[in-house]
């Protein structure tokens, strides 16, 4: 289903899907499609990946066939919507299971993937430096934001987003790209860098999946009412520049 919300001229697609499997291939083509739209356009593909475990099969799949060899990896700028405190290889670390499931199994430029919590960075002067990242690898909107070309998110039964989290300062900084969340609400409860909304949103697309009927309840809310649902659903505030995809299996609808 699409939809078009006037006032601000974004998009709203809903895909359901049978399986999580079935929304990660979907998702996988479309950001293929994305990337090479991207790199036409503008010579390059920028894309913030999300955190959390529902996107691990995507990683998988475009590690392999026939995904890996459409992938324009040369002209691709990796990104996170958020990232925990920790080490590079502890299993909660977002960029730790991109790295095992897709970096290490294709020819991605190390230069072009961005970590957002390097070790031994105090998470203030992370942020400073990541927001210099953004601002020198991806082309700032009219607003002076960058505009990354896809935002992948998850989004938690409580309806979080990113390291956003309901009734946390990080969701009403207006003024900065890039937050610490010192004492997530989430788990695991260990100290975040998030993704702020106005950064999220200068996106041209965002897409959530979203997968098992533990979300189905915050799901159901946001799609059935989105304006009165942002005012407690922090995933409900995503609003990006051109198109708003949720992708969603049968259990999470
Ligand atoms: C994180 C996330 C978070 C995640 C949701 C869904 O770092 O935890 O970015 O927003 O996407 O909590 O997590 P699951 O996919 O594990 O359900």
Same mark, same amino acid.
Request: proline letters at 8%; hydrophobic letters at 45%.
């Given at each position: 289903?699409?939809?078009?919300?006037?006032?601000?001229?974004?998009?709203?697609?809903?895909?359901?899907?049978?399986?999580?499997?079935?929304? %990660?291939?979907?998702?996988?083509?479309?950001?293929?499609?994305? !990337? %090479?739209?991207?790199?036409? +356009?503008?010579?390059?593909?920028?894309?913030?990946?999300?955190?959390?475990?529902?996107?691990?099969?995507?990683?998988?799949?475009? !590690?392999?066939?026939?995904? !890996?060899? %459409?992938?324009?990896?040369?002209?691709?700028?990796?990104?996170?919507?958020?990232?925990?405190?920790?080490?590079?290889?502890?299993?909660?670390?977002?960029?730790?299971?991109? %790295?095992?499931?897709?970096?290490? +199994?294709?020819?991605?430029? !190390?230069?072009?993937?961005?970590?957002?919590?390097?070790?031994? #960075?105090?998470?203030?002067?992370?942020? +400073?430096?990541?927001?210099?990242?953004?601002? *020198?690898?991806?082309?700032?909107?009219?607003?002076?934001?960058?505009?990354?070309?896809?935002?992948?998110?998850?989004?938690?039964?409580?309806?979080?987003?990113?390291?956003?989290?309901?009734?946390?300062?990080?969701?009403?900084?207006?003024?900065?790209?890039?937050?610490?969340?010192?004492?997530? *609400?989430?788990?695991?409860?260990?100290?975040?860098?998030?993704?702020?909304?106005?950064?999220?949103?200068?996106? +041209?697309?965002?897409?959530?999946?979203?997968?098992?009927?533990?979300?189905?309840? #915050?799901?159901?809310?946001?799609?059935?009412?989105? =304006?009165?649902?942002?005012?407690?659903?922090?995933?409900?505030?995503?609003?990006?520049? =051109?198109?708003?995809?949720?992708?969603?299996?049968?259990?999470?609808?």
């Amino acid at each position: 289903m699409t939809s078009r919300n006037a006032a601000q001229d974004m998009q709203t697609e809903i895909h359901r899907f049978n399986t999580l499997h079935d929304a %990660q291939e979907s998702l996988a083509r479309r950001m293929i499609s994305l !990337a %090479q739209d991207a790199v036409k +356009r503008a010579g390059a593909f920028r894309v913030a990946l999300s955190g959390g475990k529902t996107p691990a099969g995507l990683f998988n799949l475009l !590690a392999g066939a026939p995904w !890996a060899d %459409q992938m324009p990896w040369e002209a691709a700028h990796w990104f996170w919507a958020d990232e925990r405190a920790v080490p590079a290889d502890d299993p909660a670390s977002n960029m730790g299971l991109v %790295q095992r499931l897709l970096f290490s +199994r294709v020819r991605a430029p !190390a230069k072009q993937i961005h970590p957002l919590c390097p070790s031994g #960075v105090a998470l203030e002067t992370a942020a +400073r430096n990541y927001e210099d990242i953004l601002r *020198k690898n991806v082309p700032l909107n009219e607003q002076g934001i960058p505009s990354l070309d896809l935002v992948l998110l998850g989004i938690g039964d409580d309806g979080h987003t990113a390291s956003l989290f309901p009734g946390d300062e990080a969701l009403d900084c207006a003024d900065r790209w890039i937050v610490a969340v010192p004492r997530p *609400k989430g788990r695991p409860p260990v100290p975040r860098l998030t993704m702020t909304l106005p950064l999220i949103n200068a996106a +041209r697309t965002a897409v959530f999946l979203v997968s098992g009927d533990g979300k189905r309840d #915050v799901i159901r809310r946001i799609l059935s009412d989105p =304006e009165s649902s942002a005012k407690k659903y922090p995933a409900a505030r995503v609003r990006p520049a =051109e198109t708003l995809v949720w992708m969603l299996d049968s259990q999470a609808v």
